[in-house]
């Protein structure tokens, strides 16, 4: 069953390259039909989690250390859920939004490459595959960004591309120096390898590589370069699937894998995540509070909440991780509806500047109506998602008795709520700008993606009623609190 | 009684989502639903607090769902916020006729209702603060609907009490850390260790955020001039009051018990002193009627954290009893300050004048109500100032040296204050009528005098009957300690007294009045000589305060918002923002050699 996540996805990006320039309804539905059923494989990959614990796919009937296995786990049903939902809600936006690109056929086949990447990241269960399919995912990702092929689009994703590729080759060089040092690829036997072995400098140094290399794909500063340019120059759909999930999957879900359960909690590497977070969650704050290009503000902000996420999985507690994890689904939910939004505001007035809008939400109030919950939800204003997350984080760090981390993440999110209420006060209050006397509300399609996010922001806090967060976030908390475990639970019919 | 309870919160939040989605036209319905709504929620609260004094004597937690607890001061809130929320909305019903949107302001108004209700009964930390959040954004989302400044304003309130909602999930995050619990009631925490005075702080800071007492007051002053009337006397004047000062009753009595004489006890009462001092000094040289008002509804505040800072149980309950007064007596201002600018159409102070003989319904209830601000006998805001002095003596009893410090903040600022609205009376009522004519200077619609004259008549039950009603019904039993009064003011009595003194100088006066004397008009106390210019209609009054050296300094680094933490922080915030623009010129090798230089600090950390 694992491996139709690949499947489905890169068959619908083959069949798209192949017979989608001439038919757009083609394009339309097979994209469509790919993310609903992917989504609904990792709902039912959650279900199976639940009920029977690990599962492990040998290809082609090899077992683990010799041949390629692919693994769901908690954390990776987990990653599955929010990635497919995510791109599935993203390729109902894009229906509409894409109207105003030409090939747009391309566009489709590199947005299912990118899932397929995705996908394949969170399933491989050898470290090698993980890189490749993060290459895939990156690669897509790089051509999405410089989809509109103007000047400014050209150097954002000429930027991406050198700053991915010495990602790249420092995640190589440690998969290499890896390599060398245990002799397996797979990760679970990695894990074992270290364990018998012991944790040295080589092992610090490969740390080193990883976390330079996946810090930034998932733009922790002072990695963080990229992702200004390349999320504000991509097409809405694309940055917000950057910024929901890319940055989440390629970034967080690798470092976490690798640095929880193969290499084992190691306090020098927490402390060195936590710091990361911190920094970022400030710097990427206090960014975004000066930006008057309304998706460099998103993205600036982004850094802030991939900070929030890192800061309380560093803390290695079972409330630091709940925290985080929930804060990863929550920022996944209100960024992406936020470029949405974003989105939908350029696609009305063709304009991302601040300084020029005003007074919108008489024109558009499904716009300004989802954007005011996304932006109460980001800034933790209860009732609302970001709330609860930002409720466990906050806790967790007094819990863990690290009330300067604490400090910092109340300070971020005081700061927050100052950008948000600016973009509210200049977007969608005030005097309406005579040049958009006609603008209108966006199409259909758009408006019901952004209305499916914002209801889930506001229901958010029912995943914080017990019964449901155990369902949905326990076995991803419980891979990560067990550790090297992950070794035994994978290759547990072989050894 | 559970039904009850729960009825309150969800009547006015179902009728306000009805409201929500009513079609725009039908202002007269949502009106109407409105005034039904929170007249069902007052009397539900009524319930609520009859049916808990029956059991009074038993025990002071009556019931208990499972998140929601019910004691005395719970119940008297409560209690008030049905009745402001009522009259509010009755007013509201004329003052906002012409408005767009109505349907929506009622929702939030009765979302308000609902919220505030939840905050102060519900016994779950995380639950209260759910409320105290809700709060928030209905603040926002009715400041906003003023004049066209007003999104900035109530970007500014939400900015401010949002983020004071991040201090107080802090405090909470330590007070789990400390207690076990997170039943409100259950948790008791000595303020022995660094973990719990900082918890407390936070708290302290989100009350004093809510209740608008300094350094985190400026998000009334700048709302007052932009957001609707109704909403200044409903939220600052009355309901942020209640629940700021609710909140930093239950954490220094219930949460943590303050000691006298200690360093946090020491610390409430500083904030209440500066409070005050500088806001009522900020009022004095106001020339806008509602930014003047808020100014005192910040300065209020001051009384109540000094009752409160006391940390001996008759400042307390003085604290608590102003609180009460406070929201009384501010909304009434408030409200009849919006029958003046209803029909002046302003409320700019050199722009008014002259109106006591056309609106004298709305004339007798403002001067009634700054009568009581101001602490004079017998109206209610003397008892319970006086009570905050007896705690003041009381704390001076236990042995620290600055009583008197204490002691004559409080008085010279109920002096100020009584300056303040001495200018503020002769510049709306008496005094010469402006230059420019008001048109249409006459008595506004029955149902905008009925909330003004309750409140008014409030102000004189509250004040001459001070032990019977207010003080035995709500605020002894909310303290569930014994009162004792060194030095009670017997007010009935005393109200005799000074009717009869009123009556003799009434009398002398019409004796005297055959042979009339010739005196200089009186002009707050000013030298006329020195101001020749000065326009008599009262809103240059005190401009000679800024004259003075010191305070001529103060008051222009307060112009330039100095003093103002938003805006302080605010400028760093940017400051700092456009260093690290500038860092980011959009060169790839710079990004490149952060990702080198970021890894070689790592390798250095590590290796």
């Avoid at chain 1, 060089?173 to 944790?199: R, V």
């Avoid at chain 1, 991302?352 to 558009?364: H, P, T």
């Avoid at chain 2, 929170?38 to 319930?47: E, M």
Wanted: positive net charge; contains cysteine; aromatic residues 12%.
């Amino acid at each position: 069953m694992l491996v139709l996540f690949f499947i489905i996805s890169l068959a619908a990006a083959f069949l798209i390259a192949m017979f989608g320039r001439k038919s757009k309804l083609f394009c339309h539905l097979t994209s469509i039909l790919a993310t609903l059923s992917l989504f609904l494989l990792s709902l039912y990959a959650l279900y199976l989690v639940n009920k029977s614990g690990v599962i492990v796919y040998n290809i082609g009937g090899w077992i683990p250390p010799l041949g390629i296995c692919l693994v769901l786990d908690g954390f990776s049903a987990f990653m599955l859920l929010v990635l497919n939902f995510i791109s599935f809600i993203v390729a109902i936006y894009a229906l509409a939004y894409m109207e105003k690109y030409t090939d747009k056929y391309r566009f489709y086949c590199l947005f299912m490459c990118m899932i397929t990447g995705m996908n394949g990241v969170i399933l491989a269960g050898d470290i090698f595959n993980l890189f490749v399919c993060l290459e895939i995912a990156s690669v897509a990702s790089y051509a999405l960004v410089a989809f509109g092929t103007e000047a400014e689009e050209l150097e954002a994703a000429f930027k991406y591309i050198v700053m991915g590729a010495i990602a790249a080759s420092f995640i190589l060089l440690g998969i290499g120096l890896l390599y060398a040092y245990t002799s397996t690829l797979n990760m679970a036997d990695i894990s074992l390898a270290i364990a018998h072995k012991g944790f040295n400098t080589v092992i610090l140094l490969v740390s080193v590589l990883f976390i330079a290399g996946f810090g930034t794909k998932s733009a922790l500063v002072p990695f963080h370069g990229w992702l200004p340019d390349a999320h504000s120059s991509a097409p809405a759909a694309v940055s917000a699937m950057l910024s929901g999930v890319l940055i989440k999957v390629l970034g967080i879900y690798s470092l976490v894998r690798i640095f929880f359960n193969i290499f084992g909690v190691n306090q020098i590497i927490l402390m060195i995540l936590a710091i990361l977070g911190a920094i970022s969650i400030l710097v990427g704050a206090i960014l975004a509070i000066g930006q008057w290009d309304l998706k460099r503000l998103l993205a600036y902000s982004s850094i802030s909440q991939i900070g929030y996420v890192i800061l309380s999985l560093s803390l290695a507690t079972p409330l630091g991780i709940l925290g985080g994890l929930f804060h990863l689904f929550n920022h996944s939910v209100f960024k992406s509806l936020l470029f949405l939004n974003s989105g939908a505001i350029e696609y009305a007035t063709g304009c991302r500047n601040l300084k020029e809008m005003g007074g919108l939400k008489e024109k558009m109030p499904i716009t300004a109506n989802t954007s005011w919950i996304a932006s109460l939800s980001i800034s933790g204003i209860p009732p609302f998602s970001g709330f609860w997350s930002k409720l466990l984080i906050i806790i967790a760090c007094v819990q863990a008795n690290r009330i300067g981390l604490a400090l910092i993440a109340v300070a971020g999110s005081i700061i927050t709520l100052a950008y948000f209420m600016k973009v509210q006060k200049v977007i969608f209050y005030g005097k309406l700008n005579p040049a958009f006397d006609k603008i209108k509300e966006v199409p259909v399609s758009m408006r019901l993606a952004m209305i499916v996010l914002a209801v889930l922001c506001l229901l958010g806090g029912i995943l914080f009623i017990p019964r449901i967060l155990v369902y949905f976030l326990k076995p991803a908390v419980s891979v990560l609190l067990l550790g090297t475990n992950y070794a035994f639970t994978v290759l547990g019919g072989v050894l | 009684m559970r039904n009850l309870l729960l009825s309150s919160l969800i009547v006015p939040f179902i009728l306000g989502l009805v409201s929500f989605i009513l079609p725009k036209k039908n202002k007269t319905l949502a009106c109407a639903l409105a005034i039904i709504a929170s007249f069902a929620t007052f009397i539900v609260c009524i319930a609520v607090f009859m049916l808990k004094s029956k059991f009074y004597l038993d025990n002071s937690y009556i019931y208990t769902l499972q998140y929601f607890l019910v004691d005395n001061l719970s119940a008297f809130i409560a209690l008030f916020i049905g009745l402001f929320g009522f009259l509010i909305v009755l007013y509201s019903s004329g003052f906002m006729k012409d408005k767009e949107e109505l349907n929506k302001y009622y929702a939030y108004v009765l979302w308000t209702i609902s919220a505030s209700i939840g905050a102060v009964i519900s016994n779950n930390f995380l639950l209260f603060l759910t409320f105290w959040g809700v709060l928030g954004i209905t603040l926002y989302l009715l400041i906003a609907m003023g004049t066209e400044d007003a999104p900035a304003s109530a970007k500014k309130a939400f900015i401010i009490i949002g983020g004071s909602d991040a201090l107080i999930l802090l405090g909470m995050a330590a007070v789990f850390q400390l207690s076990p619990f997170l039943e409100i009631s259950r948790i008791h925490i000595p303020l022995t260790n660094n973990l719990a005075v900082f918890s407390f702080i936070c708290l302290a800071l989100g009350a004093f955020a809510k209740s608008g007492a300094m350094p985190l007051h400026t998000w009334i002053p700048d709302s007052a001039e932009t957001a609707p009337t109704p909403v200044m006397a409903f939220l600052p004047a009355s309901l942020d009051k209640l629940l700021g000062i609710y909140l930093l009753f239950r954490i220094s009595v219930n949460i943590f018990d303050i000691q006298p004489n200690s360093a946090i006890s020491l610390f409430l009462m500083i904030i209440g002193s500066i409070t005050i001092i500088a806001a009522v000094m900020m009022a004095l040289v106001q020339h806008n009627f509602k930014k003047l008002l808020s100014y005192h509804a910040v300065s209020q505040v001051g009384y109540m954290i000094l009752g409160i800072g006391t940390a001996n149980p008759i400042g307390i309950a003085g604290g608590l009893f102003h609180m009460l007064n406070n929201a009384v007596y501010k909304s009434c201002l408030f409200l009849s300050g919006g029958n003046v600018e209803y029909r002046a159409k302003t409320d700019d102070l050199s722009k008014l004048g002259g109106l006591a003989k056309f609106m004298p319904v709305t004339f007798i209830a403002f001067a009634i109500a700054s009568f009581s601000i101001s602490g004079i006998p017998p109206f209610n805001g003397f008892v319970s100032k006086w009570m905050i002095y007896q705690g003041i003596i009381e704390l001076g009893k236990t042995g620290t040296k600055l009583w008197p410090l204490w002691l004559s903040v409080a008085m010279f600022g109920s002096a100020l204050t009584l300056a303040s609205f001495m200018k503020l009376i002769h510049a709306i009522f008496l005094g010469q009528p402006s230059a420019k004519k008001i048109d249409d200077a006459k008595e506004v619609p029955a149902v905008m005098n009925i909330a003004p004259v309750i409140l008014a008549g409030l102000c004189i039950i509250f004040g001459v009957w001070a032990t019977q009603i207010p003080l035995r019904l709500f605020i002894v039993p909310s303290m569930q300690t014994h009162l004792t009064f060194s030095g009670m003011w017997n007010s009935s009595l005393a109200t005799i007294l000074i009717l009869v003194g009123l009556l003799i100088g009434f009398i002398i006066y019409l004796l005297g009045s055959l042979k009339s004397r010739e005196v200089r008009q009186f002009i707050g106390g000013e030298d006329l000589e020195k101001n020749p210019q000065m326009n008599p209609s009262g809103a240059e009054f005190y401009n000679t305060v800024r004259e003075i050296p010191l305070l001529q300094f103060l008051y222009k680094r307060a112009e330039e918002k100095l003093f103002d933490i938003y805006e302080m922080g605010k400028r760093a915030v940017f400051g700092v923002s456009s260093l690290f623009s500038y860092l980011h010129n959009g060169i790839l090798p710079t990004y490149c050699v952060w990702i080198l230089l970021g890894m070689i600090v790592i390798m250095l950390v590590i290796l």
